[in-house]
């Protein structure tokens, strides 16, 4: 039994002649009377019943064609979708991203994709303890944005771009870009420095080429969380300038000489033309 046997079963069924069936399937009457015979022996159930003049559905066939007519319209509905994924313009992909991006090139990438591939679901997640390296090799994630390039032989990546890290602090503060004495004697609001974080790293570098022994008061890693409590007067904070797209009241960013990387990254030998065109629309973004 093939899929163009059930088919032809259904024109048939819909038109109840065999002259008007043939016609409309594009093949000749003696071949289509061999297709419905042939299914009929191989099912043992008699589909229809015939003489001269007339041909009847059975019960049997009404049965069937009133599963079969469903089961063909989502295996021809699947089929197309497939198609459509195979051509980069349908489908569910995965990505992961830091919190920085979420402002400004996050919001440009997803209205490109909008844009290029609007049928195209998306499944974004910021990730805590999970690195992107892991999501990406266990398939739980499609594309990952990431500070730092993952050297893995199994994934590749590119920089897209680099910014400064700033100093964050509320409006009138007395740090400026003149002025940056005395930090030693600032409440921080940042990343853990105990973590292994890339940008945990990068603080702790950065302290220390500057001999300053933080005072933190509050670790988070929502960017977001930290900007607010920053406008609150609570501390002062080192965020990537993406934050500053963010626009939040009351809140100054001082550039700092320090920079910070973004990568696309992505399995090797990828298969999904999705995947593909999504990375292509990415470096666009940015050449934009």
């Given at each position: 039994m093939t899929v163009q046997q059930i088919?032809?079963?259904?024109?048939?069924?819909?038109e109840l002649?065999?002259?008007?069936?043939?016609?409309?399937?594009?093949?000749?009457?003696?071949?289509?009377?061999?297709?419905?015979?042939?299914?009929?022996?191989?099912?043992?159930?008699?589909?229809?019943?015939?003489d001269k003049r007339n041909v009847k559905l059975t019960n049997a066939g009404k049965f069937l064609q009133e599963h079969w007519t469903k089961k063909i319209?989502?295996?021809?509905?699947?089929?197309?979708?497939?198609?459509?994924?195979?051509?980069?313009?349908?489908?569910?992909?995965?990505?992961?991203?830091?919190?920085?991006?979420?402002?400004?090139?996050?919001?440009?990438l997803l209205e490109a994709l909008n844009n290029n591939l609007p049928e195209l679901k998306i499944e974004l997640t910021e990730p805590t303890d999970e690195n992107h390296e892991k999501?990406?090799?266990?398939?739980?994630?499609?594309?990952?944005?990431?500070?730092?390039?993952?050297?893995?032989?199994?994934?590749?990546?590119?920089k897209l771009y680099s910014e400064p890290i700033c100093l964050v602090v509320p409006k009138n503060h007395r740090l400026n870009k003149g002025n940056m004495t005395r930090l030693d004697n600032e409440k921080f609001i940042i990343s853990g420095l105990h973590q292994t974080t890339f940008f945990a790293s990068l603080l702790r570098s950065w302290f220390s080429k500057n001999k300053i022994e933080p005072k933190t008061i509050i670790e988070s890693d929502f960017g977001g969380m930290i900007i607010n409590l920053v406008s609150k007067g609570?501390?002062?904070?080192?965020?990537?300038?993406?934050?500053?797209?963010?626009?939040?009241?009351?809140?100054?960013?001082?550039?700092l000489e320090e920079t910070i990387d973004l990568y696309i990254n992505w399995r090797k030998k990828e298969l999904n033309n999705t995947i593909k065109k999504v990375i292509e629309l990415a470096k666009n973004v940015v050449k934009k």
């Open positions: 088919k032809y079963f259904l024109v048939l069924a819909k002649h065999f002259w008007n069936t043939a016609e409309k399937v594009f093949i000749s009457q003696s071949s289509l009377s061999r297709q419905i015979q042939a299914l009929e022996d191989e099912l043992q159930i008699q589909l229809f019943e015939r319209n989502e295996f021809d509905q699947i089929i197309r979708q497939a198609k459509k994924i195979d051509e980069g313009k349908a489908g569910t992909i995965s990505i992961t991203y830091p919190g920085s991006i979420a402002y400004e090139f996050l919001p440009k999501l990406l090799l266990n398939f739980k994630t499609d594309i990952a944005f990431s500070r730092d390039k993952i050297k893995n032989i199994n994934i590749d990546s590119q609570l501390g002062i904070s080192i965020l990537p300038l993406s934050f500053k797209s963010a626009q939040v009241e009351n809140v100054e960013f001082i550039e």
